[in-house]
Structures are given as C-alpha cells and as structure tokens.
C-alpha cells in the first residue's frame, strides 16, 4: 500500500510540475540577427547548417564571419531548437563538435545564460546569429525565422 501512495504522490508531482512550465506549447522562439545583417529570412535547414558550421563561415554580403550562439544548460528554448532545427540531442550535438573540433578546429557555439545576454550580443556584434524567446526580441536585432 505505501509504495503505491508513493508512486501515486510521485505521478501527481510530476504532472503538477510539467503544468507550470514558463514555456507553454504555444511560445514561439526566433532565431535573430544584427539588424545591419541583410538576411532577411533563413529556413530551418540553412538554419541548422550555419549553427552546425557546415557552409561558408561568412555572410557573403557582410564579409563578417559568420558568430553563432548557443544556450547554456538543458533549458527549454535549448530542447526546442536542437529538436526542430538542429534535430539532435545535446549530447549528439556535443559528440558533433567534438569530432568536428579534432578534425579542422571547428570550436562549438560560443554558450549564454540568457535571452537578454543573446540579444545583447548579436546586437554588438554584426555577424552573430541566436536562438530566443519571441518576445525577448528588442533593440539592433531582426528575426529571421519562426519555430
């Protein structure tokens, strides 16, 4: 009786906490630009090949390189990027680079706290590009795409 109370009690806690998640399903995330950047729109695959780094490095039109940013930790916008766009784990992302790195020196993403630290960055630097939460969106940045 007491181990299915405890499970009971478990199940309940964890639909309690999975319904008060800060990102509900209908939040909407961006990837970002610097507003100077002329791309004006990206699709989801050329999206994945600039973050993985598997195309140019630089904005032709810009001749900047090309700076993606990534998200630190297992946070929801992370989770919901690597499975629409990237269409990998953390972990198969993390392998990715890895190998990537001991073969041609292709270092991962620069990783930021936080929707405000990559708005801040991509606005102060030409070249980057982010993931955030739609409605982080402000200042010398533009959306390039919706997921």
């Keep these: ?57 630089r904005w032709k039109e810009l001749n900047k390189n090309i700076v993606p940013v990534d ?27 890895t190998e990537r790195e001991h073969k041609n020196a292709t270092a991962a993403p620069s990783r930021l706290r936080s929707d405000e630290e990559v708005v801040k960055y991509v606005e102060a630097n030409i070249g980057a590009i982010g993931y955030v939460n739609k409605s982080s969106v402000k200042g010398n940045v533009k959306v390039v795409l919706n997921f």
Excluded at 25 to 34: A, C, E, F, L, Q
Aim: hydrophobic letters at 45%; charged letters at 20%; zero cysteines.
């Design 71 to 97: 998200r630190i930790g297992e946070v929801p916008i992370r989770t919901a990027f690597l499975n629409k766009i990237l269409k990998m784990s953390s972990t198969d992302l993390y392998r990715y680079f």
């Design 1 to 57: 009786m007491k181990s299915i109370l405890t499970t009971l009690i478990a199940a309940i806690a964890i639909l309690i906490s999975s319904s008060f998640s800060p990102f509900s399903p209908d939040t909407k995330y961006v990837i970002i630009v610097n507003s100077e950047n002329t791309t004006s729109d990206l699709t989801a695959s050329k999206a994945k090949l600039i973050f993985l780094r598997k195309i140019t490095k």
